[in-house]
């Protein structure tokens, strides 16, 4: 019985792991389900990139005040859980292996263990400070870009759950150190729990070790339920992040990719020695998409929907875009959430249906994303310029207008008129060629 709390703590950490596993399966299959991308090339720009914005957060410091204290929690709540592998291996091995708690204080010099407790226990109180002035900026100041209407409900309750999911984790691992009788009497690295431990002061040896005891595993626990919840939140973009920045898009900002077979056409159209009704050689021959554009999840590349679930849904895109600016409903930031909540829709009927798509009489164009903020989008590139996280919600508007255009022809007049016009006189002014020069003589 002297092994029940390892045995508590193995089956604790079996069960949060391996429902973290069925998520990443689950988040996995669903990114699988867009079309293939070949995004093979210039590995060391990618590489590059990923270091660049993923790890060493490039972008997000764009904006100084919001950018230095997301990298205060970034690199505080990230550094501050590698006192989680102590934790594990405490909970695994200790009493079993070894007597006592904290193997880095057995097998770490005092110096280089205090200093690492007492780094994490500044970034920790730099964490809570950053946090509370996030939650102060969101529910207090009421920054614009928090208030629009796709931040309406689960999404406003998400982002302030992860911020009270780390105000409890920072509080619980100084609590831990200061009710640590053991690790206060080490005289080193409790550069904060310090001036905490004389609150626990009046309570008897027992008590304390209670304390210590429940912070200890509260502590994990949480740990591991903030591991497991990153599924259901936008936060998810702390693991997908790196991968990404390094699929991220690496072409000029302004440059669209053209469909082959639409390319060959007009070529074929302007080309006045080529005879249109000649059968196309073998190697010329190739074949036509099946669809033209995207109507749905699964007609966008993984690349699209791996940029869906990464989105922080931090709202730099929206509030830089000009369409949105001006009253227009397009958001990029609801693009992307939209398309992320479309493809859980589509990943939640697979798995009711054997892993088989049912269709259940739903798109993504119309349900979820309307034509009005399709065509409302100005191509600029602002929203993907001030993505933090290289997301290019452009590309899936461009992909579904192309759908509108070439499947329903269902452009706006005056695209239509001008494409007719180009179709027509070359150009996409409504006067015949011989006409255009008569400006000159008036």
């Not at 998520?23 to 293939?36: A, E, F, H, M, S």
């Not at 009253?327 to 009927?349: A, F, Y």
């Not at 119309?366 to 290289?390: F, G």
Request: net charge negative; hydrophobic share 45%; charged share 20%.
């Amino acid at each position: 019985m002297n092994y029940l709390p390892n045995i508590i703590f193995a089956i604790i950490l079996i069960a949060g792991i391996g429902y973290f596993s069925r998520n990443v399966n689950k988040l996995w299959r669903n990114i699988k389900l867009g079309q293939d991308k070949d995004v093979s090339d210039n590995k060391s720009q990618r590489w590059k990139n990923m270091a660049m914005i993923a790890l060493g957060q490039s972008k997000m410091v764009k904006r100084p005040i919001s950018g230095f204290f997301h990298v205060v929690v970034y690199v505080g709540f990230i550094i501050i859980n590698i006192e989680v592998l102590e934790i594990i291996i405490d909970g695994l091995f200790s009493g079993v292996l070894y007597e006592g708690h904290r193997i880095g204080m057995s097998f770490l010099p005092e110096a280089v263990y205090g200093f690492l407790i007492g780094s994490f226990e500044i970034l920790a109180v730099g964490v809570l400070i950053a946090v509370i002035i996030f939650w102060l900026r969101r529910n207090v100041i009421k920054l614009k870009r928090f208030l629009s209407a796709e931040m309406k409900g689960w999404p406003k309750s998400d982002a302030n759950i992860i911020l009270y999911f780390e105000v409890v984790l920072m509080c619980l691992f100084l609590i831990m150190n200061a009710t640590d009788a053991t690790f206060q009497s080490y005289n080193s690295g409790n550069v904060i729990s310090q001036f905490i431990a004389p609150l626990f002061s009046g309570l008897s040896e027992s008590s304390l070790h209670l304390v210590e005891r429940s912070a200890w595993w509260l502590h994990i626990i949480g740990i591991l339920v903030f591991l497991n919840y990153l599924y259901f939140s936008k936060h998810l973009h702390i693991l997908l992040a790196f991968p990404n920045t390094y699929y991220g898009k690496l072409t000029p900002q302004g440059q669209f990719k053209n469909n082959a077979a639409v390319t060959k056409e007009v070529m074929l159209m302007m080309d006045p020695d080529a005879d249109p009704f000649a059968a196309p050689a073998e190697t010329e021959t190739e074949e036509a998409p099946a669809k033209f554009g995207a109507s749905d999840v699964q007609d966008l590349s993984w690349v699209n929907l791996l940029n869906a679930y990464t989105c922080t849904e931090c709202g730099r895109c929206t509030s830089e875009c000009p369409a949105n600016q001006t009253g227009k409903k397009l958001s990029p930031r609801k693009i992307m959430m939209d398309t992320r909540d479309r493809l859980e829709e589509v990943g939640k009927n697979i798995d009711a249906n054997n892993g088989t798509f049912v269709d259940d009489g739903k798109q993504l164009l119309n349900d979820y994303i309307t034509k009005e903020e399709l065509w409302a989008c100005t191509t600029c590139n602002a929203c993907v310029e001030a993505c933090p996280v290289s997301i290019d919600p452009l590309n899936i508007i461009m992909e579904m207008r192309r759908y509108l255009v070439m499947e329903e022809s269902a452009a706006p007049m005056e695209l239509n008129n001008m494409m007719t016009n180009i179709e027509n006189n070359g150009a996409p002014w409504p006067y015949n060629q011989m006409d255009r020069l008569n400006w000159k003589n008036e």
